[in-house]
């Protein structure tokens, strides 16, 4: 078990790494965050801040010598550096499932590979690689793998000349077109994994979005009891097939009644911010702090 008063370190320094250090300190932790800005809003209240890249040689040996776990307050810091950490300290999430939740390609390809239900693809790597008129993938999304969120890194596409001219615009970086289903409504979960497979999960979350942004969430979601039962099914079997340690959301669409995964987000997912205020307890097991 890691008892307080324990130093964590948190990779990224923003909204979501700030509830973990009030949450932490609220414990009786302590936290190191490392972050580039010198004003991000989990660094001016940590412990220690690390103003440094996410790949600074001096900044990770001194997380490494001083914190008795890391974790990752979002998707975009390199897998390389958990990967590191993790030769000398547990880190949760595993580099491997965050190298797949922040590559596009690799998301769609785990989701295909597992046999998770998903919204039809392409992986687009060059001009040529971008389907015909007569694919079914039109009307469609085409995304950036990399550093795509909230709408950024997004273009919808009603045929191939305007797929063409969205991935030139993209500066020809490595996408997924994405067939656009005729959504119901949106729905998420997030659970939590332990390193022995314990999974718990809030209620399944209803979601609209505004220009690509979340908007509103209702918890618990309004569709059927199906609709919740398969999501939280479905979550649950993503993270073991991740092999996830941690805090993870999945996110859902529903399209004619039947369930697509969307995404996975290695973190606290916002859909959840809710349970900030809503929610007393939640058990945290000692396995979940090993």
């Known amino acids: 078990m890691i008892l307080p008063p ?77 990967s590191r ?19 596009r390609v690799s998301e769609k390809n785990f989701l295909r590979d597992h046999g ?12 040529q690689d971008i389907p015909a008129a007569d694919s079914g993938l039109y ?9 795509g969120y ?4 997004q273009a919808r596409v009603k045929t191939r000349d305007e797929a063409l001219a ?12 994405e067939k656009m289903l005729a959504l119901d409504y949106e729905v998420s979960v997030v659970l939590a994994r332990d390193v022995t497979g314990h999974a718990a999960a809030f209620p399944t979350v209803e979601n609209s979005h505004r220009n690509g942004i979340l908007d509103i969430s209702i918890a618990p979601a309004r569709g059927s009891a199906q609709v919740r039962d398969e999501a939280q099914a479905l979550a649950r079997g993503v993270a073991e097939k991740l092999a996830y340690v941690g805090t993870l959301g999945v996110e859902f669409f529903v399209s004619g009644g039947k ?32």
């Open 85 to 103: 950490l993790a030769d000398v300290v547990p880190v949760h999430p595993a580099a491997s499932a965050v190298a797949i939740c922040q590559h």
């Open 139 to 147: 009307p469609g999304i085409l995304k950036v793998a990399r550093f």
């Open 150 to 153: 909230d709408g950024k890194g």
């Open 6 to 82: 324990s130093m964590l370190g948190m990779l990224g320094g923003g909204q979501l790494a700030r509830f973990f250090v009030i949450a932490a300190h609220e414990m009786g932790y302590k936290v190191t965050v490392l972050d580039p800005d010198s004003n991000s809003p989990a660094g001016l209240i940590a412990d220690v801040h690390l103003c440094a890249a996410y790949d600074d040689a001096a900044a990770l040996n001194r997380m490494a010598d001083t914190c008795v776990a890391v974790t990752t307050e979002f998707e975009n810091v390199p897998a390389t550096t958990l």
């Open 166 to 177: 969205a991935f030139r615009a993209f500066k020809g970086e490595q996408c997924v077109l």
């Open 259 to 290: 369930m697509f995964v969307n995404k996975m987000a290695p973190r606290a997912h916002k859909s959840g911010h809710y349970t900030i205020h809503a929610c007393t307890n939640w058990l945290v097991t000692p396995a979940l702090m090993a």
């Open 116 to 127: 998770f239900p998903h919204a039809p693809y392409a992986e687009i790597n060059a001009e």
